[in-house]
């Protein structure tokens, strides 16, 4: 692997950690509830803007939006009120068992009691019920924003796909999704309700007790500033630690796909050594940031406990006062004092899930917003489509990236039904030609005509169905053999498909098959051979009836006994068909109508085998060593 490749695994770790739901606790040590807390958040770029889009999109779902948040009120207002309700109960106990209680003390504490158990089935009910509009609004919003991005894959270039890493899409498609839509409810209900807990129990305290409150408020900046120290922290730790990760895996990869090459050079002990290093540095970062996120726990009991003693004592001091603090008073209190922590933990991992949730809605928008292949004009058809195709290339310049100078001002003419041939060292440019004729990539400069018809001009599928393609990666799927032969032909009959395999000398092989055309392929098609697989790729085109043929190194990767007879039912196939083949071994292109030899991105030699030869040019010497290679 290529150095700036693993660099790439290094930088992309931290975010796609970050990408993991927030949080939810556990994984890769620092869980539990301060877990979010502890690991740097992911920040969106454009925070504001992202927010604002995002909020738009949510407008379907709005209705179920605000009966979501409007349970949270009430639910939040249930649980800040219930101990106060307790607390009755507790205080008219004590003033009984003392003697002090009004007459009616019984009757009052059965009402309470039935205001409790009332209370909290109204809760459950709430609850039920908006967890399941929650589960509703992400299921859909999911559906919608899955079935967007799908859309828009498809009016997407393939410069787009030659961009970015096929991991990076699919994680928008899988990750950023999926924490858009889960935490976008839950990180909302979780503000709603912390921050009305924060108020309601605040409210409740000084209900109780002002005094308490001052002493139960004096504690709190201890709490924030030890939190946000220890975060910090830790923070920096994690870091570190999913670098050391990032490294970790680069250096497997690296292995796994390198094996044989490490063994061939006897590199085994280097490459141990060297991730030992790795391994330890990985190990000593892992430690201190586990050491602190599991420090903060025992830190927080620690103050808090010291809080609560705080208060019992004070409290104490209070029960013996003029206007006396009660039991319940004290219990509820510091229920109330527990209450108010835990909001105030929350909010800050709340904050980091909702920056998550912006930077993951980020990547979804940036990925609708890629810009897509220019629409289609749509006003020619190809009329005459049993005609045969001539094609014509003037003029034209092309280049992937505009730094890097590939085509410039091709030129090239080929009548219908001719074969034309491509030869040149890797890189040449002839693939390149190929995905200029089938309108993959859009030309900078010049013209493409098709039977004098602008390639432009044309929809794009309509152009492409002109076309058959026979590549070196053989393209099939997880489906039977029949389903693979008349993909793009899906109503061809049996009789179609094996007509079009006798032609591709693949019929006796398929027939050998226990299940013959209903043999199921695997997804990567192991159960048959690269040649067979080829084979059944030319099939396919036959079946297809393409009136121009490409044939990109369709025998590069079989052997000679193979290439033989693949040779064959593409000689077959290119009968009365324009074509171009593009091959390696010069030794199958030899009949060609026209012989073209590219090198940087140009066309140098243009010709027939035999014109070529006397030539002695670039031609001749690539033939001549190609034959010395095979005679020795
Ligand atoms: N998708 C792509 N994006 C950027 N550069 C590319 C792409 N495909 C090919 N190239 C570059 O264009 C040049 C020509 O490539 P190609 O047409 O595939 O050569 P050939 O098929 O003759 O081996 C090479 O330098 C190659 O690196
Ligand atoms: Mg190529």
Known sequence: MKKEEKNNIVEQQPSQQGRRPQGRPGGGGGGGPFGAMMRPAEKAKDFKGTLKRLIRFLKPQRT??????FFTVIMTAMAVYAPNLMRNIMNLLQ??????????????????????????????????????????VS??????????????????????FDEKQTGDILSVFSNDVDVVVNSIQQSLIQMIQ??????GVLGMMFFISWKLTVIALVILPLYVITVSMIAKKSQSKFIRQQKGLGKINGYIEEIFTSHKVVKLFGKEQDSYAEFKVMNEELAGDMKSAQFLSG????????????????????????????????????????SYQRMFVNPILNLANIVNMFQSTIAGAERIFDLLDAKEEEMDKAVETFVNREHLSGVEIKNVDFSYSPDKELIKNLNLKVEPGNQ???????????TTLVNLLMRFYEIDKGTITIDNVLNTEV??????????????????????????ISYGKEDATLEDVISACKQAHVHHFIETLENGYDTLLKEDASNISQGQKQLLTIARAILFNPRILILDEATSSVDTRTEAYIQNAMNFMMEGRTSFVIAHRLSTIKKASTILVMEHGQIVEQGNHKDLLEKNGVYADLYNSQFLNIAT
């Open 420 to 430: 034309i041939a491509i030869v040149g060292p890797t890189g040449a440019g002839k």
């Open 139 to 160: 299921v859909s919003l999911g559906k919608s924003f899955r079935n967007i991005l799908r859309d828009k894959l498809e009016r997407l270039p393939i410069k787009y």
């Open 295 to 334: 420090l903060i726990h025992p830190v927080m009991d620690f103050i808090s406990n010291i809080g609560y003693v705080a208060v019992v004592m004070v409290g104490g001091i209070l029960a013996g006062a003029t206007n006396p603090l009660l039991i319940g008073d004290i219990t509820t209190f510091i």
């Open 95 to 136: 003033l009984i068992i003392i003697g002090t209680a009004e007459s009616d003390a019984q009757s009052l504490i059965i009402k309470y009691f039935i205001a409790i158990i009332v209370l909290y089935v109204l809760r459950f009910i709430l609850e039920t019920i908006s967890y399941l509009i929650a589960n509703y």
């Open 64 to 69: 179920q939006m605000i009966i979501m948040i």
């Open 194 to 199: 912390a921050f009305l807990m924060l108020i």
């Open 459 to 484: 929809p794009r599928e309509e152009l492409r169905k002109q076309f058959g393609m026979v590549l070196q990666d053989t393209w099939l799927f997880a489906g039977t053999i029949r389903e693979n």
